[in-house]
C-alpha cells in the first residue's frame, strides 16, 4: 500500500469542513483506501461484488455439525436463484453476487448461475488426513483469483468475500489455531450449529487435525500453503486467490466472518503485504473470528452479532467504505466555510476558540 | 406499534434460510419495522430523507465552544451547497438532504437551497432564562412537523435526524440532565471542540441552566414542553416535531448522535409511545449520548467514533435499516431450501443434526 497517499489523505481530513476527526474511524478507513489505490482522494467504489465460495468438507464425518452436507448445494441453489440473505443484503448495497462450487459434494450437475469451478467433490477428513493436496489448494486459489480478475475486469471495485459450506468453521476452526497457535478450544465455536452441544466434540476435532498436521509439518508439508491444504477448505483456497486478485489490482476487500476471517489469515501468512488491502466488516461471533481484528490492525467496522456468514456482514458494511472515500471526495474544506462565512479563509479562527 | 406484526416477524425469522438468529440484531430491527408499518413483512424503505435541523444558541455567551456562531449559518450554507459530510455520506446512501432553518444568527437573507422556518434568531442564554418560550418552542415543533409531513406526502418512507448549531451539545446536555435526573458532571462532554478545556465550564453552565430551570419549574413551568422549551434549542424542538410526524405516519426515524438524542428524550417525555418508532443510529461520543441506546431499549446500529452531528452516523444506519426489512421481503424460507435439496421440505431436518 501507499503509504504518502495515507499521509496525504490524513491532512486532507484536517482540512474539511468538520472539527478534526470528528469522522471517527471513516477517517482512518478513509486513508486506508488512498493508500490501497494509490490516489488522494480515493476512488468510490461504485460497483461492489460478492464472491460466495462453496464447498463441501470431509471432516463432516467426524460429526461436527448439525446439518446434513446436502445444505450446502441447496444454499448454493438458494443463493443462485437469489433467495438466499446475501441475496437480499446485495441488493440493498447494490452488490452484484457470483457464487463459485469450487467443491460441492453433489450428484447432478451445476444449477444455472452457479459458477463451476470445482476442483473436487468436498475435501478429505482434516481430522485424518491432509485436506486437499498443495496442487489442490493451488487450482482453488487460482480459481478464486481468476472469478475475482475477471469481475475486476468487468468494472468491479470493491471484492466482498462470502462462503456457503456445512462444516467450514471446523476447518476455520483449525486455521486460526494452525496460524496464530492459539488453543483449539479459544477459537472454535458452535458455527452454524443451534447450539454449543457439539463444540466440545468440535475442539477435540481440531485438536487432532492440529496434531496430525504437525507429524505431516515435521515431514516435510511445511509453510502457509501447506498448512491451507492440510486443514482449510476449497472455499477458503479460494477466497485467498479473491484476496490476492484484489491486492493485486489495489482495490480492498472486505473480509466477512470467521470463514472468511481465516482464509484471510492463510493469505496474509502467504503474502503479508495483503493485510493493507484487507478491511474487516463484521465482527465474527466466533471465538477464533473475533481475534481476528487485533491481526488485521483494526476493529471490524460492524457488530450486529450476525452469524451467518455468505459475505453478509461483509456487505453491509459496503455503504461504510464508501461513505470512506466520497468525504474525501466530496466534502468542502474549512477555508472554503470560513470564507463563505466573511472569515478570511483562516481555518485558525475556527479552532481557536 | 404492532405487537401482533412484532411477533409475526419474529416467526417469519425462524423460518427463512438460515440458522435461527443468525443475522443477530438485523432480525430483531426486521421486527421493530414491522411493529412500526403494521406488516409483515415491513415496507423495504426506498426514500430516505435526513432532515438537518439548524440554529443558534444564546448560551454561546457563555463560552461553551470554540468555534464563533457565524460558523452555524456557513455550515447551512455548506449542506445546502452539498459539500458537507452528511451530503456525501447522504449521497451514499441515496438520502435526500433537507436543511430547515429554524433560528440561525444570520443578518442576510436564507441562501437558496435552505428552507427557511425561523422562529427566532437564536434562542435565549439558557443559563440565565429559559431559551424559548412554551410558544416558540410549540412553533419549532410544528415547523419539523410540518417538513416531514410534506416529506412523507412526496414519498419518504425512512427520516433521519440531523442538526447544525454551534452550541447546541450545552442545551442537549441540559435536556439529558433533566430528563433522566443525571449529574451535568456525567452527561456533558467536549461537543464540536478541539479538547477538554471548556469541558468543566460546560458542566458549570448546564449546572446553573438547571438550578434556574428548577426555579422556574417551582414557579409553575412544569411538564417535557416546559424544560424541552427552557433548555433545549430551536433545532431540538423541530426536531421533536419530525419525529412525531414521523410516527404518526408508521415511519422508523433514525436517531444520530447526542442531539439529536436528546430531542428523542424530549420526544418520549411528551408522548412515551414514540420510542417504537425511533432507530439508534450510531453510538453518541457525548457522555449523555451514550446512555441514550439504553433509553430507547437497543444500542446504536453503529460505533464508527464519530461525533459530527449532521445525521451523518444515522445516514450510515440507512443500509441497515434497509437490509432488515429486505431479508424479511426477500428470503426464502427453509422449507424451501430443504425441499430444493430433497429433504421432503421439512425444517426438522436441518435443525435436528
Known sequence: VDGAAHERALERHAGLAKPPGSLGRLEDLGARLA?????????????????????????????????????TAAMVATVASGGAAVNAIARTVGARVVVVDVGTL???????????????????????????????????????????????????DLLVTGEVGIGNTTASAALFAAFTGADPADVTGKGANLDHGRTPHKVEVVRAALARHAADAAAGARGPLATLASLGGLEHAALVGVMLAGAAARIP???????????????????????????????????????????????????????????????????????????????????DVTKDAGQGGSPKVFGGG
Open 35 to 71: 493508500a490501497i489505490s494509490g490516489h488522494c482522494p480515493p476512488p468510490v467504489p461504485s460497483s461492489p461484488a460478492v464472491v460466495v465460495a462453496a464447498a463441501d468438507h470431509g471432516v463432516h464425518a467426524q460429526g461436527v455439525s448439525d446439518w446434513p452436507q446436502e445444505v
Open 106 to 156: 453433489r450428484l447432478g450437475p451445476v444449477p444455472d448461475g452457479v459458477r463451476d469451478e470445482r476442483v473436487r467433490s468436498a475435501t478429505r477428513d482434516l481430522a485424518v488426513e491432509p485436506a486437499m493436496t498443495v496442487e489442490e489448494c493451488r487450482t482453488a486459489i487460482g480459481a478464486g483469483a481468476r472469478v475475482a480478475a475477471e469481475l475486476i475486469e468487468g468494472g468491479t
Open 253 to 335: 476487500v472486505v473480509v466477512d466472518g470467521v470463514v472468511t476471517g481465516s482464509a484471510a489469515l492463510a493469505a496474509v501468512a502467504l503474502c503479508p503485504d495483503l493485510a493493507g488491502y484487507l478491511v474487516a466488516g463484521h465482527t465474527s461471533a466466533e471465538p477464533g473470528g473475533r481475534t481476528l481484528p487485533d491481526r488485521l490492525g483494526e476493529p471490524a467496522l460492524l457488530d450486529l452479532r450476525m452469524r451467518l456468514g455468505e459475505g453478509t456482514g461483509a456487505l453491509l458494511a459496503v455503504p461504510l467504505v464508501q461513505a470512506a472515500a466520497r468525504v474525501l471526495a466530496d466534502m468542502a474544506t474549512l477555508a
